[in-house]
């Protein structure tokens, strides 16, 4: 297979799909300090904060309980409020509310504290000293705020826990009085000589303040898998798992330690009780987050989370959701983009049976988001392993695939269509897929592929259909070597789309992967039909060598002439 046949076909990982028709995914943020090269020593304290997409009007009126709260802290020279009377104080807002909503109070509160340590380090290193000092001191009241907010909803915390707290606290002051002597001398050489040693403190402010949230998220990564293990209350057991599925939503990091704590053994536990059916659907939703990283796989192999999902899958007395969700965390596993797939040997055993059971959800999904995750699952399969396209084939999948494409209530996004040309695209180096296609209508709907075109500006969007219009390309050029598929293509005026393609920077969204496999695309049809080509075409499309005619293309101006 051609280098750029293989780069064509790769599509998104399903997450970024099925996250689109599941409310939509949350936004998040790399916590990285990576503002300018100084900071390239400072650590990594939270990996992926929760960002909440609103307006600006809203954000701030959310915000305000923080920052109201960090003021009066000031005012209190850094001084805690008193704990007494908790129930009336106003400020203390953790006791209303789940424990959900409090860890997204403390990973709101952990966003600003590591939001403030990079201004930081951006105003010192331009010597901007009162900034530096009021922004510390601010530092230092949202640090005591996370402290006390976090203590009052938390409990049996560990000693280690509450030495780290004493640790940063004391560290913060420090910090701050540091920077009031700045403000207090305007000697550049006693302030040239202080830098180096504000810089240290801030590394240091930021070390313990990674370590604290990093034990502060194990210790409740803990306490819900502890509710999972231990609870037989349906109730009990879905608000953890939804707690749990919150956490795995803020990044590759806390998905880490999730899974480094037991978290993939104990959602299998969940999906082996029949008296749990009912959260099937959602433990396997968070069973697919954790999945995206390494520690996550290797925790399925272990617990032959394979063979439960087969079990699943090819259990028709689960409900479509929970085959869906099923398919969604396959999806995850054998995604194409993933490059510690290899260690999952049981997947192979089982194969035909999860195989056969996607093709079958396929066949009788009932909406646009159950096909997605199906075909989606289908797809990275024919990447994972080469046998997956001849069970295809025996299963009659293409032709299952192909009418579900005239049916626009099951394939009516962009995302679907590139599942159902990816699979496509791989099943076609199959010399017997050529007869499936032509019987299937198959070569019409590759045309139709090729104006596949955004409906908004969506990036995503974009991105997808682009993805489209270079796999049906891809599959038109491998098919074409069959002369029966070549006239069936050339008779549906594939020759003039293709050409406009390539001469066209808009039609193909000034994609470059769509420029060069509607080339080759254009090349293999006019190795069939060569009468189908004006010379001009011939001369700048055809006959040179295809960089040439690349690099033609991309510098050429919209013209038809």
């Not at 960090?70 to 908790?86: N, V, W």
């Not at 954790?290 to 520690?295: F, L």
């Not at 295809?546 to 033609?552: C, K, P, R, T």
């Amino acid at each position: 297979m051609a280098s750029y046949e293989r780069d064509a076909v790769q599509g998104a990982t399903v997450l970024q799909y099925s996250s689109l028709w599941r409310s939509a995914c949350k936004n998040r943020i790399n916590m990285a300090f990576k503002c300018e090269d100084h900071l390239d020593s400072l650590p990594l304290p939270v990996q992926r904060m929760h960002l909440i997409q609103v307006d600006s009007v809203q954000r701030w009126m959310e915000d305000l309980k923080l920052m109201t709260d960090c003021e009066c802290m000031c005012i209190l020279q850094s001084k805690p409020i008193s704990a007494e009377r908790d129930e009336q104080n106003e400020l203390m807002l953790s006791s209303q509310y789940s424990t959900c909503d409090n860890l997204q109070l403390l990973l709101k509160r952990a966003w600003i504290i590591s939001t403030e340590l990079t201004r930081i380090a951006q105003k010192l290193e331009k010597n901007r000293w009162q900034r530096v000092h009021s922004m510390t001191v601010r530092v230092n009241c949202h640090v005591r705020s996370m402290i006390n907010e976090y203590n009052a909803f938390t409990r049996n915390s560990s000693e280690e826990m509450h030495q780290f707290e004493k640790l940063l606290v004391d560290k913060c002051s420090e910090f701050t009085a540091f920077t009031e002597r700045c403000i207090q001398t305007e000697d550049e050489q006693i302030l040239k000589s202080m830098k180096s040693s504000i810089h240290e403190t801030l590394t240091t402010v930021a070390q313990y303040f990674g370590q604290l949230i990093e034990l502060v998220l194990t210790h409740e990564a803990q306490n819900l898998l502890r509710q999972i293990e231990l609870s037989d209350s349906v109730y009990i057991t879905e608000s953890a798992i939804s707690s749990l599925f919150s956490l795995t939503q803020e990044g590759a990091r806390l998905c880490r330690i999730i899974a480094k704590e037991g978290g993939v053994a104990a959602l299998f536990k969940i999906c082996r009780q029949d008296c749990f059916r009912c959260l099937y659907p959602q433990t396997l939703r968070t069973l697919a987050s954790i999945c995206c990283v390494e520690e996550g796989m290797h925790q399925l192999e272990k617990v032959d989370g394979i063979l439960c999902l087969a079990d699943i899958l090819t259990d028709n007395t689960h409900s479509e959701a929970t085959h869906a969700e099923a398919a969604a965390v396959i999806a995850q596993i054998t995604s194409p983009h993933l490059t510690f797939t290899q260690h999952l040997s049981s997947f192979l055993e089982n194969m035909e049976e999860i195989v056969t059971a996607l093709v079958k959800l396929c066949q009788e999904a009932s909406s646009g988001e159950v096909f997605l995750l199906a075909s989606a699952a289908l797809a990275n399969i024919t990447f994972f392993d080469t046998m997956a396209c001849e069970i295809l084939l025996q299963l009659n999948a293409m032709k299952i695939l192909l009418a579900a494409c005239s049916d626009k209530h099951i394939v009516d996004t962009p995302y679907s269509r590139d599942q159902v040309v990816t699979i496509l695209a791989n099943m076609s180096v199959l010399d017997q897929c050529a007869s499936e296609i032509i019987q299937g209508n198959g070569v019409q709907l590759l045309m139709e592929m090729l104006f596949e075109r955004p409906s908004s500006g969506n990036s995503a969007e974009v991105a997808a259909c682009e993805r489209v219009q270079q796999k049906s390309a891809v599959t038109l050029a491998r098919l074409s070597r069959d002369p029966e598929v070549a006239e069936a293509a050339v008779k549906l005026s594939c020759i003039p789309r293709l050409i406009k393609l390539c001469r066209s920077p808009t039609e193909r969204n000034n994609s470059d992967s769509v420029l060069v496999a509607c080339l080759a695309a254009l090349r293999r049809l006019a190795i069939m039909s060569p009468d189908g080509l004006e010379d001009s075409d011939f001369q700048q499309l055809v006959k040179p060598r295809l960089v040439d005619s690349f690099l033609l293309c991309t510098n050429m101006e919209e013209s038809f002439v």
